[in-house]
């Protein structure tokens, strides 16, 4: 028979064949899962920074507008100071600030009281829909960060001085009830993340 014959492949060649291109496929599915997972991570550490900026946007939100306005007690006989910070209090900042945006034209104060709270590591902010709250008004509660360590405030006087309490001891009631710092150090120490400080200039 004159010509050549055609050569096919191999039952070897054939099996290293699909060797080498299972080997590729492994390859690839392991590409793409490590690149799944990096995305998931950076998705979750972008979250977490942006939970950081709104907390601190918060914080310096309210203490850029705080207002000398003291609050009446939940029983209305007394009144609580506009701005308070305390280590024996159970939160960890309490402010009367304005700029209370309100777009719907609410019959409401442009003023608020937002408390921090810090409890099992959660960051809270509270707040009431009026100023003086009594019993019948519900608290609105929204945890801003988790894995908090600590919230430190320290507060700056006029003559420079810095307190970690306000209204500060000694101070007159009279005065003590309305009075502001000058600024306010904000240390926000995290878990995973360390120590993040603020110096916040408060509204004069």
């Keep these: 028979m004159n010509?050549?014959?055609?050569?096919?492949?191999?039952?070897?060649?054939?099996?290293?064949?699909?060797?080498?291109?299972?080997?590729?496929?492994?390859?690839?599915?392991?590409?793409?899962?490590?690149?799944?997972?990096?995305?998931?991570?950076?998705?979750?550490?972008?979250?977490?920074?942006?939970?950081?900026?709104?907390?601190?946007?918060?914080?310096?939100?309210?203490?850029?507008?705080?207002?000398?306005?003291?609050?009446?007690?939940?029983?209305?006989?007394?009144?609580?100071?506009?701005l308070m910070v305390s280590a024996t209090y159970d939160f960890v900042l309490a402010i009367t600030h304005g700029s209370w945006r309100n777009p719907a034209g609410l019959p409401r104060s442009t003023q608020q009281r937002s408390v921090y709270l810090l409890e099992n590591g959660k960051l809270f902010r509270v707040y009431y829909n009026v100023l003086d709250a009594t019993f019948s008004?519900?608290?609105?509660?929204?945890?801003i960060l988790d894995g908090v360590l600590s919230l430190e405030i320290r507060l700056f006087q006029d003559d420079g001085q810095v307190i970690n309490q306000w209204p500060p001891l000694g101070s007159q009631e009279a005065t003590s009830l309305s009075t502001r710092p000058r600024a306010v150090e904000i240390i926000l120490t995290l878990e995973g993340d360390g120590e993040i400080r603020r110096i916040i200039e408060v509204a004069s």
Aim: aromatic letters at 4%; a neutral charge; charged letters at 20%.
């Design 137 to 143: 008004n519900d608290a609105i509660s929204t945890e």
């Design 3 to 82: 010509g050549r014959l055609s050569k096919g492949f191999t039952l070897i060649e054939v099996l290293v064949a699909l060797a080498v291109f299972g080997v590729l496929t492994i390859l690839a599915y392991m590409s793409l899962g490590q690149t799944l997972s990096n995305a998931d991570l950076l998705n979750t550490r972008m979250d977490r920074l942006q939970a950081i900026q709104r907390t601190v946007r918060h914080l310096t939100n309210d203490l850029n507008a705080a207002a000398p306005r003291p609050i009446r007690t939940e029983l209305g006989d007394s009144y609580l100071p506009a």
